[in-house]
């Protein structure tokens, strides 16, 4: 539909905050100027005689000998020479840092590690430029790159060595700017090439506003969305105290530099303080949670009004849309609505209802009648999930609830089929809604830290094909406005989503603030270079054998389990790596798969109301291995906690049915599951695309998942990192059938899929990503 005009408006993770030590494949390829050698910005040679800058870091002793500095009396592996770097390095310059070190006459030792402290918004991090390199008593130099992607409190360069007592000496210390922070003004600016289209814009925080951060902005961003602070707890973190400063900063910002404001969020189960949902201070039961009787109502729906009210005072049509509620749609496609606190209070959905007519009042008394409304979600592009959430928006139109549009978050990968996307976009255009593209980001499946991945420079380019299918759909759609969820990858929330992933680059613009082939590909196509092959995965195997008698689905391991074939979670795909795992035993018969996990966990926990944050288990069912990326129509995610409550993902319609039963041991629980095959299914030969899942909770939050095969944490999305399940008649293995089996992966075999990813022609097979509040994460 046509965009209504809003004249008057324009009057004029620490999340993204990490470091990066940058391998040479962040280079590869892209479009951009020639560096010269670089500059140096500084450097030590202890000619003088003195230790300069440097300071000790824990109780050693620093002296020049031999115009070197030496380092003595060390007494733990973290201590030795220390220097500042906070006034070296620059946020989105790329340095090299550099230095020759021995270790002294007769000293102990034979490892040298360098590593730079980063501080930031109160959190510290340990970047390791170089770990653990050989050195002996002869010279050898020691470099690595390093980037920060934002601005840090404090950095310190320390020299350090896994021997507590070994004496070494450094010198010729020196720190080479080798890309230095800024933004290429020569290439076209996004919102000009996009300007025929709809507006783009940016997600962002204060941080985003001044310096290089701020120069990419203001080139190729017309819209801004604030990331975190017009949420309710930044905007009202106590009741009836309203801080609006860091939000004006973004505002203020848009309106100097001709940019639109989309507001996030009113409404939101997440981010939202604890005072709102217990009683107020002259209530009877103050700081007591509230209830669901018609009083306890009343009271969110006071405090709803005085929040939107207040904010509608604050900024009237200076945001021209506002996300009234987000989140509301549940993962699980038979719950439809989110199990939320608002939901429970209100036994019901109803309160996104009253929200629009409330966010309607208040904006409407303070004249900013054109400011639109809309309703925001994730997985739009599930068809359950999408269904489910264009049924609630036709209740309310059709009850004259007054929803101007739907927000598209579109937090995706490589995997998501673009045809899911496009089919929402059409699906929601028969309502007459204003559409927009939200929180747009597109994973490429980069590892936690530490993880190798060589696929690295052919997922960028592949990035950059995708960005450009995906752009060349979204223009030809009535869409309001596409936004990125973050002004470059380094301040992408999903570097630190599921542990650090340094490498995850979602987003057009790398570190550097230069262009990606995801710019080119919305750009310019003809820039973007072919897709260099990966090899075909050998997906991991196991043969399930069928069933003499099927068991009885009771939470009991009974005899006809003897025979089963046993694999083990031992795949970490997010959080500690000592959280819960299992040993899952597989069967078949014509009628059902059957699975019974036993699982280890000291402490079982379903405090959250998220059920993915609770103790459970989960199956990934992909009946005939078509692996054709998101769910299929008979494709099936089931989740059981411990205690038997049964949660569905993105099933679907034909998904099979599951029967289920938990039972609590001494060392964790245990759960047995069938799901319902369908004819022909369940038959010898017959290939099915599987895999297992532990989650582990801690005090309401997720702490740790474990998978049996995939090791990207995206089986709640798509089926193409399953594993594969082949029915058999009988297993012939050293067990006899029974216990822990060969299962094959990568032409390889292997008792269990014991490490964090599996090989793959050689590489790793690592494809991480997705988001906190998202199905099965």
Do not use: C
């Not at 350090?160 to 600016?189: K, M, R």
């Not at 106590?238 to 203020?252: C, M, N, Q, S």
Request: glycine share 10%; aromatic share 8%.
């Amino acid at each position: 539909m046509e965009r209504q005009p809003r004249p008057g408006r324009l009057r004029a993770l620490a999340a993204g905050a990490g470091a990066l030590v940058l391998p040479a494949a962040l280079a590869f390829g892209q479009p951009a100027a020639a560096q010269d050698e670089g500059t140096v910005v500084y450097a030590a040679d202890f000619e003088d005689g003195t230790v300069g800058d440097w300071a000790p870091r824990g109780p050693v002793t620093l002296a020049v000998e031999d115009g070197a500095l030496l380092t003595t009396g060390r007494t733990a592996d973290w201590n030795g020479p220390a220097l500042d770097l906070t006034d070296h390095i620059t946020a989105g310059g790329v340095y090299e840092i550099s230095l020759d070190v021995r270790f002294a006459a007769e000293s102990a030792g034979s490892q040298i590690s360098a590593t730079v402290q980063r501080e930031a918004g109160g959190e510290t991090a340990y970047d390791s430029l170089v770990y653990q390199a050989a050195v002996g008593g002869e010279w050898a130099t020691l470099s690595g790159e390093y980037s920060i992607a934002s601005a840090a409190d404090a950095l310190t360069f320390y020299v350090e060595s896994p021997t507590p007592d070994a004496s070494y000496l450094i010198d010729d210390f020196q720190i080479t700017e080798i890309a230095p922070p800024g933004v290429d003004l020569s290439i076209p600016s996004l919102k000009d090439v996009l300007a025929d289209s709809f507006p783009f814009g940016a997600a962002i925080d204060p941080r985003d506003l001044d310096g290089p951060n701020g120069e990419l902005l203001n080139k190729h961003f017309n819209q801004v969305t604030a990331e975190n602070h017009m949420k309710v707890e930044a905007i009202q973190p106590t009741e009836g105290t309203f801080t609006f400063d860091a939000a004006d900063d973004i505002v203020e910002h848009a309106e100097a530099n001709g940019m639109e404001v989309y507001g996030h969020t009113f409404l939101w189960h997440s981010q939202t303080p604890d005072w709102w949902f217990t009683y107020p201070a002259d209530h009877p039961n103050a700081g007591e949670p509230l209830g669901s009787s018609a009083e306890d109502q009343q009271i969110m729906l006071d405090r709803l009004e005085a929040h939107i009210g207040a904010i509608a005072a604050h900024y009237g049509d200076r945001v021209w849309a506002w996300d009234v509620v987000n989140e509301v749609i549940s993962d699980n496609a038979a719950e439809v609505h989110r199990n939320s606190r608002w939901f429970q209070i209100f036994e019901g959905p109803e309160y996104i209802s009253h929200a629009f007519r409330i966010a309607r009042e208040q904006l409407d008394a303070v004249g900013a009648t054109d400011v639109k409304l809309f309703i925001n979600d994730y997985g739009t592009d599930n068809p359950a999930k999408r269904d489910n959430l264009y049924n609630l928006v036709a209740d309310m139109l059709a009850d004259g609830v007054p929803v101007d549009g739907v927000g598209h978050q579109t937090h995706i990968s490589l995997n998501t089929p673009l045809s899911n996307i496009e089919a929402s976009i059409d699906k929601f255009a028969g309502l007459g809604v204003l559409q927009a593209v939200t929180e747009l980001d597109v994973a490429i499946g980069a590892p936690v830290e530490g993880v190798e991945f060589p696929e690295y420079e052919a997922r960028i380019v592949q990035q950059g094909h995708y960005y450009r299918d995906l752009f060349a759909m979204l223009r030809e759609k009535d869409l309001a406005s596409v936004t990125a969820w973050g002004v470059h990858d380094g301040r992408s929330w999903l570097r630190g989503f599921n542990g650090t992933r340094p490498l995850e680059s979602p987003l057009p613009f790398d570190d550097d603030l230069q262009a990606k082939w995801a710019y080119w590909g919305i750009v310019d196509p003809s820039h973007l270079p072919e897709i260099p092959e990966e090899p075909v995965p050998d997906y991991a195997r196991v043969q399930v054998p069928q069933a003499k008698t099927a068991p009885v689905i009771d939470g009991d391991k009974d005899k006809a389990w003897k025979k089963a074939a046993t694999v083990a979670t031992d795949v970490l795909v997010e959080g500690g790596a000592d959280g819960a795992t299992a040993d899952v035993s597989l069967m078949w018969d014509e009628h059902a798969i059957y699975t019974l996990f036993e699982v280890t966990d000291p402490t079982l926990d379903e405090s959250s109301a998220n059920p993915w944050e609770q103790d459970s288990v989960e199956v990934f069912l992909n009946p005939g291995n078509t692996k054709q990326g998101g769910y299929g129509d008979a494709d099936g995610q089931y989740r059981v906690s411990f205690t038997n409550v049964v949660t569905l993902g993105g099933n679907g319609p034909e998904a099979g049915e599951i029967t289920s039963a938990a039972a609590v041991t001494s060392t964790g629980y245990t759960v047995e599951i069938a799901i319902a095959l369908a004819e022909g299914q369940g038959a010898v030969g017959a290939e099915h695309g599987l895999d297992l899942q532990v989650n582990d909770a801690t005090d309401g939050v997720r702490t740790a998942a474990h998978t049996w095969y995939d090791p990207t944490g995206q089986s709640w999305s798509t089926n193409k990192n399953w594993g594969i399940a082949e029915l058999v008649e009988k297993v012939k293995n050293d067990n006899g059938g029974g216990g822990k089996l060969p299962i094959t992966g990568a032409g390889l075999s292997v008792a269990i899929v014991s490490a964090a990813v599996l090989a793959v022609g050689g590489t790793m097979l690592v494809l991480r990503q997705r988001r906190a509040a998202a199905w099965g994460e």
